[in-house]
C-alpha cells in the first residue's frame, strides 16, 4: 500500500493533542490564523483536498456543498449538531458527513445544572452586587437579600430526552426534582428512570417550573419558546437552554423576564451566534455563557478525536458515524493510506442517529496482548482515553479490540 496520505483542509484550529494527530496523520491545509472562515473561503482552499475538518461556526448551505471542488468527498464536523450542513444537498452531491455525538454530554449536562442553579439562585445579582460595592453599602447579610428559587420537590421539565437530556435528569433527580419530559417518541422504562412522559411541547410547559432544553434545532422547534408557550408555562418559572438559541424567541423571553412572568434564564446559547441579543446584558435575572457547554479540555479533544476517528474511518473504507442515520457506500481510492485505530463495537440510543455502527472492525483481530497494545500506544493520551471510557461506561456490551 502506497504512503501517500489523503489531503484534509482543517477549517479551524483545534487543540494541540487534535491538531498534532491531524497533521501526523494526513496532509493538512490549516487555518493558521484560526478566522471564521465562511462558504466561500472554504471553496476558495479546498481545490486539492479529499476532506474537510470543519466546525459549527462554517455555514454549508446547498450552494457551498454544491461548489465544493468534486475532489472533496467528506465534510467531518467538530459538532454534535449539523443544522449547519444541508444533508440533502451534501446526499445528493455524493458527500459523506459525519459528526460526534456522546463524547460532550456530560460536559454538556454540568453545564444545564449549573445554568439552573446560577440563573434560580440570582447568581449574577450577588456577583454584581460584591463587584459594585453595594453589599457593603448595604450593610452586608439580611435575611431578606437576595432571595432565590430552590430546585428541590420542583418539577424540571426536559424538552428532548437524548443523551445530553437524561444526563441533565441524572443530576436534577439527584437534587431532589421531579422529571418530566417531551420527546418525539416515548422513551423505554429503562431509560425513562421514571420521568414522566408528555406527548406535546405544550403539556409539557404547563407543568414545568424548570424547562430546560435539550432538542435538535429543525423548522419544527424554531421559536418553540415563544410567548404562546411561555404563557403556558408556571409563573416564575425558570427557562434553561444549552441546545440552539433559535429554539427561543428572544422578544418573547426578553419579555417575559422582565415583567417577572418568567422570573430567571440560564442560557449558553443565543440566535445569530456570535451575536446576543444586548437586551440580555441589562437583565440582572439572566446568566448567559459564551456556548461554553463543551468546553472542557477532555471533551474538546475526545470530540476532536471522534472527527479524526471518522474521517480514518473513510479513508480506510469503512463507514463512519453519520448524522441522521444516513449510511454511506464508501469508495476509498487505493493510493491513500489511513492510521491503524483500535474501536470497537459501539450501540447508541440516540433517536437522532439510528445507524449507530461507528466505525466496522475488520476481522482480523489482534494475534497478541503485546501487538495490540503497540498500537494503542501510539494514540493520543486524549485519544486513549476516550476508548477506555467506552469500554468503561457501559456503552458497549461487546467491547472488544481490533486492529485494521
Known amino acids: 500500500m502506497s504512503d501517500t496520505k489523503a489531503r484534509l483542509l482543517v477549517a479551524r484550529k483545534f487543540q494541540a493533542d487534535v491538531m498534532a494527530r491531524a497533521l501526523a496523520d494526513y496532509d493538512c491545509i490549516v487555518n493558521e490564523a484560526d478566522d471564521n472562515w465562511t462558504g466561500a473561503?472554504?471553496?476558495?482552499?479546498?481545490g486539492d483536498v479529499d476532506a474537510i475538518l470543519t466546525s459549527a461556526r462554517t455555514k454549508y448551505p446547498a450552494e457551498v456543498i454544491n461548489g465544493l471542488p468534486a475532489n472533496v468527498r467528506m465534510l467531518a464536523t467538530f459538532s454534535v449538531g449539523y443544522e449547519h450542513i444541508d444533508l440533502e444537498a451534501a446526499k445528493a452531491r455524493g458527500l459523506v458527513v459525519s459528526n460526534t455525538p456522546d463524547v460532550l454530554t456530560e460536559a454538556v449536562a454540568d453545564v444545564t445544572i449549573l445554568l439552573l442553579l446560577a440563573a434560580s439562585r440570582r447568581a449574577r445579582e450577588g456577583f454584581e452586587m460584591l463587584a459594585g460595592d453595594k453589599w457593603l453599602a448595604v450593610g452586608g447579610w439580611k435575611p431578606t437579600q437576595n432571595l432565590g428559587t430552590g430546585a428541590q420537590g420542583k418539577v424540571l421539565g426536559i424538552l428532548g430526552m437524548g443523551r445530553i437530556g437524561r444526563a441533565a435528569a441524572v443530576r436534577a433527580r439527584a437534587m431532589g426534582m421531579e422529571i418530566h419530559y417531551h420527546n418525539r417518541s416515548r422513551l423505554a422504562p429503562d431509560l425513562e428512570q421514571g420521568a414522566v412522559y408528555h406527548d406535546t411541547p405544550q403539556s409539557l410547559l404547563k407543568v414545568s417550573q424548570f424547562l430546560s432544553i435539550h432538542c435538535e434545532s429543525t423548522p419544527q422547534t424554531h421559536h418553540l419558546i415563544n410567548?404562546?408557550?411561555?404563557?403556558?408555562?408556571?409563573?416564575?418559572?425558570?427557562?434553561?437552554?444549552?441546545?440552539r438559541g433559535d429554539i427561543v424567541n428572544d422578544d418573547a423571553l426578553v419579555e417575559a423576564l422582565k415583567s417577572g412572568r418568567i422570573?430567571?434564564?440560564?442560557?449558553?446559547?443565543?440566535?445569530?451566534?456570535?451575536?446576543?441579543?444586548?437586551?440580555?446584558?441589562?437583565?440582572?435575572?439572566?446568566?448567559?455563557?459564551?456556548?461554553?457547554g463543551s468546553a472542557t479540555m477532555e471533551t474538546r479533544n475526545a470530540m476532536g478525536d471522534r472527527a479524526l476517528d471518522n474521517l480514518d474511518a473513510f479513508f480506510r473504507g469503512d463507514a463512519p458515524l453519520m448524522p441522521g442515520g444516513s449510511s454511506a457506500t464508501v469508495t476509498v481510492a487505493p493510493n491513500f493510506t489511513a492510521p491503524d485505530i483500535l474501536v470497537g463495537s459501539m450501540t447508541s440510543a440516540s433517536p437522532m442517529i439510528d445507524s449507530i455502527s461507528l466505525i466496522r472492525p475488520s476481522m482480523k483481530p489482534c494475534?497478541?496482548?503485546?501487538?495490540?497494545?503497540?498500537?494503542?500506544?501510539?494514540?493520543?493520551?486524549?485519544s486513549r482515553a476516550s476508548a477506555i471510557a467506552w469500554m468503561t461506561a457501559g456503552r458497549s456490551t461487546d467491547f472488544k479490540f481490533f486492529k485494521f
Open 41 to 46: 473561503d472554504v471553496i476558495a482552499r479546498a
Open 227 to 243: 410567548a404562546e408557550g411561555i404563557a403556558l408555562m408556571p409563573q416564575g418559572a425558570v427557562v434553561v437552554n444549552t441546545a
Open 263 to 292: 422570573a430567571a434564564a440560564g442560557l449558553d446559547v443565543f440566535n445569530g451566534e456570535p451575536n446576543v441579543d444586548p437586551r440580555y446584558f441589562d437583565l440582572p435575572n439572566a446568566f448567559i455563557l459564551p456556548h461554553i
Open 367 to 382: 494475534f497478541s496482548r503485546a501487538e495490540w497494545y503497540s498500537a494503542f500506544s501510539l494514540r493520543s493520551p486524549s
